[in-house]
């Protein structure tokens, strides 16, 4: 009987991480459905760094803007613009004047989250004002740099709302060389349903940073002065 009562338990707590994986994927499934490659959306985000998963001392906050269309994905995160499409991808570091410059390859920002489901050790789901609230642990070796991840949807249509990313090793938050602040960083980010009117369809225009001249490329006058980093596949 005791070995009977523990094979129940062992197929109940399967059978209940089963049916919160499938709730999982259903939500993900919606989520993919919403902010696939072939639709068009627009974000206002908030970055908030803190030190520490649960300290709530931040470290760091910022602003962004993330618009996607047929013809490609852009964000600008501070002083930093982000372009991809099937063509080209460019990073442009406006502080340090820097641009790196790499094959095309339309991204889709839901496309971690999904990939990172995948690697998953478990999960945990519940409602609460409106909200599935859904924590991934990730236990075992991965490739990912966060132990956990956090989302919180909207029930009723599925939009993203916010996704907290817990890392899993320690960094130094102290700027100076003197001393030494080391914690765990968590990175939060809010989501606002943007205006796809703010779209500017020439961000997706490779003319309008660089061209290739006798094998080489060559920035635009706007970018004069930027340092250059060409990976592109010639």
């Known amino acids: 009987m005791r070995y009977l009562s523990v094979f129940i338990v062992l197929f109940v707590s399967l059978l209940s991480?089963?049916?919160?994986?499938?709730?999982?994927?259903?939500?993900?499934?919606?989520?993919?459905?919403k902010y696939g490659n072939n639709n068009e959306y627009a974000f206002s985000m908030s970055y908030k760094l803190y030190k520490g998963h649960n300290s709530g001392k931040l470290s760091e906050q910022y602003n962004a803007q993330l618009f996607?269309?047929?013809?490609?994905?852009?964000?600008?995160?501070?002083?930093?613009?982000?372009?991809?499409?099937?063509?080209?991808?460019?990073?442009?570091?406006?502080?340090?004047?820097?641009?790196?410059?790499?094959?095309?390859?339309?991204?889709?920002f839901f496309k971690e989250y999904k990939n990172a489901l995948k690697a998953a050790s478990s999960y945990e789901l519940s409602e609460k004002n409106g909200n599935y609230?859904?924590?991934?642990?990730?236990?075992?070796?991965?490739?990912?740099?966060?132990?956990?991840?956090?989302?919180?949807?909207?029930?009723s249509n599925y939009e993203l709302k916010e996704v907290n990313l817990y890392y899993s090793s320690?960094?130094?938050?102290?700027?100076?060389?003197?001393?030494?602040?080391?914690?765990?960083?968590?990175?939060?980010?809010?989501y606002t349903k943007g205006s796809m009117d703010q779209l500017d369809n020439s961000w997706f225009?490779?003319?309008?940073?660089?061209?290739?001249?006798?094998?080489?490329?060559?920035?635009?006058?706007?970018?004069?002065?930027?340092s250059v980093i060409n990976t592109l596949e010639q």
């Open 133 to 155: 609230n859904i924590n991934i642990f990730f236990f075992g070796p991965t490739n990912l740099p966060y132990y956990k991840l956090n989302l919180i949807v909207n029930k």
């Open 170 to 190: 320690e960094t130094d938050f102290d700027p100076s060389f003197n001393t030494s602040e080391w914690a765990k960083p968590h990175l939060k980010i809010l």
């Open 17 to 33: 991480f089963s049916q919160k994986e499938q709730k999982v994927d259903a939500v993900f499934k919606k989520l993919e459905e």
């Open 68 to 108: 996607h269309s047929s013809k490609g994905t852009y964000q600008k995160i501070k002083n930093t613009e982000f372009v991809s499409t099937s063509q080209f991808s460019i990073k442009i570091n406006h502080d340090e004047k820097a641009i790196v410059v790499t094959n095309g390859a339309k991204q889709n």
């Open 205 to 226: 225009l490779k003319e309008n940073y660089y061209k290739i001249k006798s094998g080489k490329l060559v920035l635009n006058d706007k970018y004069s002065g930027y």
